[in-house]
């Protein structure tokens, strides 16, 4: 049996001239592909405000109706989210399929999560989008119960629905709340041993699983589709002058993010604010580096993790036909690479080193023999630079973590 194609038209508003409204719709599309349709068409109504009916207005309805029958399509996707109202309201316009933003994206990431974690908070996301738009479809009543005693009608679908999905993201969060702990202890256990992590961070489709690959031989997904990343995943890199780095590739960014994700994916997102360095990818080859570098900087804020060091790592420079100046003025250094050829990627280790370097303390000593564990403890925790072995004791030059340094 053949698997019937979604066709779909996309549907945007433009509030006001010079938004990105255009490169929203197109990216509107790209997620479309990647969630398995097709698109047939795309309609972008100009107007001063959205439509709190029915997101568009009454005559570009009409003119949706007719593209609908003229390509053939099953359904729309709205580059918005759609309030219940909205989306009642056009179901019964087109007798279509009505889809926005935030439901196609929850769609990739139920496709794309494998991880125990990433499928609950995947469905405690769905649960929460769908738990706010039951209004307007449960009119029908359940089956009226017999026999002496019964009094009216039965509960109504719309409360029994209602009840269910409360019940069940209950046990979705109290299941996470297990997974976060185990989380946390991770977390700690990384905080005692003063290991320092190194997050990826970036656009959704920039390379940030390419260069994960790249840097810690890791056998994760690499894929051109957004979100192909869900889980997140962490390595250990082999730095220069015996130092090591934990690496975490995360979640891809993107354009009005819902916030069902935000607060589903809380414990996942907290593994960028609980980072050293922030590697922050870009997709040099875009024509939207700009605005998407700014997305990133908007979510890390909204995350917390606005004050944290970054590293740009300017990315696909092997797509490029000429070479171009980059600049990233919030981060400390910019890099210019490619996660295909390799180029950037080992002065990208050793960026990294030189900031948590830059963390450390500088020290020369003479150490007695019966002291020697110590010089151990710099060797794990710190950066051992040289050992000589003296009659008086053991001169050592060295880098060593605050937590570690004792002053003479």
């Known amino acids: ?126 649960l929460r989008y769908r738990a706010a738009r039951l209004t307007g479809f449960g009119r029908s009543l359940s089956r009226l119960g017999g026999g002496i005693g019964t009094r009216g009608p039965g509960e109504k679908k719309l409360e029994t629905d209602r009840r269910l999905i409360r019940a069940r993201i209950g046990h979705l969060k109290r299941e996470l709340e297990e997974v976060v702990r185990h989380r946390e202890l991770i977390r700690a256990q990384r905080r005692r041993s003063q290991q320092k992590i190194a997050a990826l961070v970036g656009y959704t489709s920039v390379g940030k699983s390419a260069i994960f690959r790249t840097l810690t031989g890791a056998d994760v997904l690499e894929d051109a589709k957004l979100f192909a990343t869900l889980d997140t995943t962490t390595r250990m890199v082999q730095l220069s002058g015996r130092q090591e780095v934990l690496l975490t590739d995360t979640v891809g960014f993107i354009r009005k993010l819902p916030h069902h994700l935000v607060e589903a994916f809380k414990s996942t997102l907290e593994e960028v ?55 990233d003025f919030r981060a400390e250094k910019c890099i210019l690479g490619s996660a295909h050829t390799g180029e950037g990627m080992e002065e ?23 002291q020697a564990g110590l010089i151990q403890l710099i060797r794990k925790k710190g950066e051992l630079l040289e050992e000589e072995y003296r009659p008086d004791g053991i001169f050592v030059r060295a880098y060593v973590s605050r937590e570690i340094y004792l002053p003479v």
């Open 348 to 370: 990208l280790k050793n960026v990294i080193g030189e900031i948590l370097r830059a963390q450390k303390i500088y020290v020369e000593r003479l150490f007695a023999y019966d």
């Open 1 to 126: 049996m053949q698997e019937i194609e979604e066709r779909v038209i996309l549907v945007g508003v433009e509030t006001q001239a010079g938004d990105d409204t255009d490169e929203s719709v197109r990216e509107l599309g790209d997620l479309a592909q990647t969630a398995g349709a097709e698109v047939a068409g795309t309609l972008i109504q100009r107007r001063e405000n959205i439509h709190p009916g029915t997101y568009i207005g009454k005559g570009k309805i009409e003119e949706l109706y007719g593209m609908l029958l003229e390509t053939g399509a099953t359904g729309i996707v709205c580059d918005d989210e759609l309030s219940p109202a909205q989306l009642n309201n056009l179901q019964q316009e087109l007798n279509c399929k009505v889809m926005d933003r935030t439901l196609l994206i929850l769609d990739i990431f139920a496709r794309h999560a494998t991880s125990r974690e990433g499928k609950l908070q995947v469905e405690l996301a769905q």
């Open 273 to 327: 604010c609980c980072a050293d360095i922030l590697i922050h990818v870009v997709d040099s080859s875009s024509a939207q580096l700009e605005a998407q570098m700014q997305i990133v900087y908007e979510t890390l804020s909204e995350l917390g993790a606005g004050d944290k060091p970054v590293i740009t790592v300017f990315n696909k420079q092997d797509l490029l036909t000429e070479r171009q100046s980059f600049r």
